[in-house]
């Protein structure tokens, strides 16, 4: 089945570097690719939407400033954290899927950011 | 306002027994709706997936079900094992540009030997 590959699992970082981390889908074009942020005991909420090639759209109260997604080919997106700060320590979860309007989500296995 | 409520928000059984979660939504217009397992520190894994004309799907031991007219859908775990603990979301999308998602706040199930 499809498979999404999120890198890294986790990373710990120093308040006030940035970090990144990738979402590839491995045997799919992923046309549309979404960022989360989880926190403990708490439900997915999405960050952004990014499709391939266009700037991603960023849900109400996310800091696109902040949070750099970059889409650059139908196979990889990034998500950079600025200037990270303890608060912005959680759990991230990327998903992608094709064009398909009934295409299922994949989701990668999200990366455990801890800002110290 | 489209919402995705499920309940309960968390859920305790013994081994070997059944279980039913609950998601209720107001999305429109409906495109399909999905169940995900969420282990802990994992990405979520899809289950199923139904559309507007299917009313019961299983995978295994999980059997979901769907109801357009009310909205509602419900997950079915029979004979739980202590691995089908976890977060179960529901994840409803629209028919419209982009087919927005929306995201259910998930119910976490623990199974107790």
């Known amino acids: 089945g499809a498979v999404v590959s999120q890198h890294p699992s986790w990373v710990i970082c120093k308040s006030g570097t940035s970090v990144k981390i990738e979402c590839r889908s491995l045997?799919?074009?992923?046309?549309?690719m979404f960022w989360y942020r989880q926190f403990p005991k708490q439900s997915l909420m999405l960050m952004a939407t990014s499709n391939e090639g266009s700037k991603a759209t960023y849900e109400q109260g996310v800091e696109k400033d902040k949070f750099l997604i970059n889409h650059a080919s139908l196979t990889l997106s990034t998500l950079t954290v600025t200037s990270a700060h303890p608060e912005d320590s959680s759990f991230y979860i990327c998903s992608a899927r094709t064009e398909w309007a009934g295409s299922p989500l994949h989701f990668g296995n999200g990366t455990r950011l801890t800002v110290t | 306002k489209n919402q995705v409520e499920q309940s309960p928000q968390s859920l305790i059984i013994l081994e070997g027994k059944n279980c039913t979660l609950q998601?209720?939504?107001?999305?429109?217009?409906?495109?399909?709706l999905r169940w995900y397992k969420q282990d802990t520190g994992r990405g979520p894994v899809s289950l199923t997936i139904?559309?507007?004309?299917?009313n019961t799907k299983s995978n295994g031991r999980y059997t979901a079900t769907l109801d357009a007219d009310t909205k509602q859908s419900s997950l079915h775990i029979t004979a739980s094992q202590l691995s089908d603990s976890a977060s179960y979301i529901c994840v409803v999308s629209a028919i419209n540009a982009g087919n927005m998602l929306t995201f259910g706040g998930g119910t976490r199930l623990m199974v107790k030997p």
């Open positions: 998601c209720n939504y107001t999305v429109s217009p409906f495109s399909n």
């Open positions: 139904m559309t507007f004309s299917e």
């Open positions: 045997d799919f074009q992923a046309t549309t």
